[in-house]
């Protein structure tokens, strides 16, 4: 049985103030939920801030991204030493804004991956098509071959680690969402790449999200399909209230 993991990427919003008000909220909103692995993603600034509100509760503490080296002369980097040191347990990597605007590529995810793991940190990795793909009908081909070089070199042991968030970027704040069949379609083919990669063990148990125009009024049908285990939420994890609703309406599916 795979436990739920539902996230909340804050992006870039959020001054420290703002970030431990939003914190406290959903630590009382959401104090009693123990079967789903509950995950909020503050910018760098607010991370030992938001750690120190949510220490000994149920809500985990991730980042936005991490540099792949310890340390060293790379200016407005953050290494995953310092991502630990201020409380994270998870930290997201390859998210397609990070691809898209900071020229992140897979070969990069693959080294920031290797990295994470080394700081005892959970990565959320992250892969999908752009819209122009999918009209062309290669989003397998795509997700293929981001998962081939985001893994490379990962043995079994460590990909068992991970968490594999499928984004599909026309979907990401544009308010569009992937019908569950087309989630799940896609979720499948990712599990049925791990297995091949790995094994059926490993594929069976290793979590999968859906990111994209995450709502409460979708979550339940989404996270209802077989292969769907969360979601990495955007903008509605900005909102206490949105995020707690989608946390609560996740706990209706009974996974």
């Known amino acids: 049985m795979r436990k739920l993991i539902i996230a909340g990427n804050w992006k870039m919003f959020k001054t420290i103030l703002e970030a431990i008000d939003l914190a406290n909220g959903l630590k009382r909103n959401l104090f009693d939920v123990t079967t789903i692995d509950i995950v909020i993603c503050p910018a760098f600034t607010s991370l030992a801030e938001v750690y120190e509100v949510i220490s000994g509760s149920n809500l985990q503490l991730g980042a936005q991204d991490m540099h792949w080296e310890e340390q060293g002369a790379f200016t407005g980097g953050v290494s995953g030493l310092m991502v630990k040191d201020a409380g994270a347990d998870f930290v997201i990597l390859g998210h397609s804004e990070r691809r898209i605007y900071f020229g992140e590529t897979s070969q990069s995810v693959n080294k920031k991956i290797k990295a994470a793991l080394k700081f005892n940190l959970t990565p959320i990795v992250c892969v999908g098509e752009n819209l122009s793909q999918r009209e062309e009908n290669r989003t397998f081909e795509v997700i293929k071959q981001q998962l081939e070089e985001c893994l490379d070199a990962i043995e079994k042991e460590e990909a068992r680690k991970l968490v594999i968030a499928y984004e599909p970027v026309w979907a990401i704040g544009t308010g569009k969402t992937a019908l569950p069949k087309q989630a799940q379609e896609v979720h499948k083919y990712i599990r049925s790449l791990l297995v091949k990669f790995y ?32 979601a990495l939420v955007g903008g509605a994890s900005l909102d206490a209230e949105l995020f707690t609703s989608i946390v609560r309406n996740s706990l209706k599916v009974g996974k």
């Open 199 to 230: 094994d059926e063990d490993l594929a069976g148990n290793l979590r999968i999200q859906y990111g994209g125009s995450v709502k409460p009024e979708n979550i339940f049908q989404l996270i209802s399909e077989e292969d769907i285990d969360g």
